[in-house]
């Protein structure tokens, strides 16, 4: 891709979300209403409402950014009628003939990748797949209704990562009849795929959704948030530990949410991401402490100025969670610019997170 200006410093990648709700979609899981989602009615963009958004996106912003991608979300792309699935992608492509986008992303399911359907991606920029996989257990998916098996989830990006595509796994957590062993167990099958990346989201009640009735007759019982935050904060380091990125977790206020009523239970925050992180960061400093023979009251730590949110935690709750569990009186959080991210100085010690 050639440069757009010389003027910025290259800033985060850039992605152009074009929603195409339920639209794909043979079944109806249990969780999803994707119009709540998506904040959107089911309806394929038209090609000039996929130019006028593309535009409306590159236009925005101060920073060019190191990449940027036209990402179809919300339905299962491959699930579309071809002439759908050919015009959509026609419509993208001249702004990666043009240098002004890199290249072409979507999501699916996995049992509509086939030698047949990524035959008809041969002649486009696309770079990036990913698979709404939510479960690697086929009693959880059956419950789901996903309609899909696990084998389908091996089989897709076998298919995905021979053709040389970058390949991206979507996991949820908290799925009827599923528990912290089972989301763990889908992870180590997930981590057996050698995905690029990975996605990991709650299970949420949203109106409209076939989840709601269970939950409304006490049927099904969202887990708690802290819950949540502490399970994907394992997942998150698990993924880690196997060198996978772990590029979202939670779902966030831009994806629809904020529509009074779509949202009735469940463990959604808007911020979910940095809970997760704060918390990592809160288990490093509390370990540290703990192998401390004597605390220094004030405790000093030191934090690059990037870090210093994830240590104090959403409303300084973790500062206020260190001085109950160790009785400290005052806790001063200092900045260092020239300190690596990945540690921390608590007290006189070198800290590293995981």
């Known amino acids: 891709m050639e440069t757009r200006g010389d003027a910025a410093p290259a800033g985060r990648p850039l992605i152009i979300p074009l929603f195409i709700p339920h639209m794909g979609c043979p079944h109806q899981c249990i969780f999803c209403n994707q119009r709540a989602i998506t904040g959107k009615a089911a309806q394929t963009p038209s090609p000039d409402q996929i130019r006028r958004e593309v535009n409306r996106f590159l236009k925005y912003g101060k920073k060019q950014p190191s990449t940027t991608q036209i990402s179809f979300f919300g339905g299962s792309f491959l699930g579309l009628e071809k002439e759908t699935i050919l015009s959509m992608l026609g419509a993208a492509m001249p702004f990666v003939q043009e240098n002004d986008v890199d290249s072409i992303r979507f999501s699916t399911r996995p049992d509509t990748i086939s030698q047949e359907t990524l035959t008809l991606l041969d002649e486009f920029p696309v770079s990036t797949v990913e698979l709404g996989v939510q479960s690697m257990n086929d009693r959880i998916l059956d419950i789901a209704g996903r309609g899909h098996r696990a084998s389908d989830t091996i089989t897709a990006t076998d298919l995905l990562k021979d053709r040389g595509y970058q390949v991206g796994l979507q996991m949820m957590v908290g799925l009827p009849g599923d528990d912290e062993d089972g989301a763990m167990e889908t992870a180590r099958r997930i981590a057996e795929l050698r995905p690029d990346f990975v996605r990991i989201y709650p299970t949420l009640v949203l109106k409209g959704s076939p989840l709601t009735r269970r939950f409304s007759s006490g049927r099904y019982h969202p887990m708690p948030l802290t819950s949540c935050v502490t399970l994907v904060k394992r997942l998150y380091l698990f993924f880690k530990s196997h060198h996978i990125p772990v590029i979202r977790m939670g779902l966030q206020a831009s994806d629809g949410l904020t529509t009074a009523g779509d949202f009735i239970a469940g463990p ?37 100025p990037t870090m210093v949110s994830r240590v104090q935690g959403l409303n300084k709750q973790n500062i206020y969670h260190l001085k109950r569990a160790f009785d400290l009186k ?23 997170l995981p």
Request: aromatic residues 4%; glycine residues 4%; proline residues 7%.
């Open 268 to 304: 959604y925050h808007p911020a979910f991401g940095h809970l997760v992180h704060a918390e990592i960061v809160l288990d490093a400093i509390s370990s540290a402490l703990g192998r401390m023979e004597k605390l220094p009251d004030p405790l000093t730590i030191t934090a690059h």
């Open 330 to 352: 005052k806790i001063a959080l200092l900045q260092d610019e020239y300190l690596e991210k990945s540690h921390l100085m608590v007290a006189e010690q070198h800290v590293p």
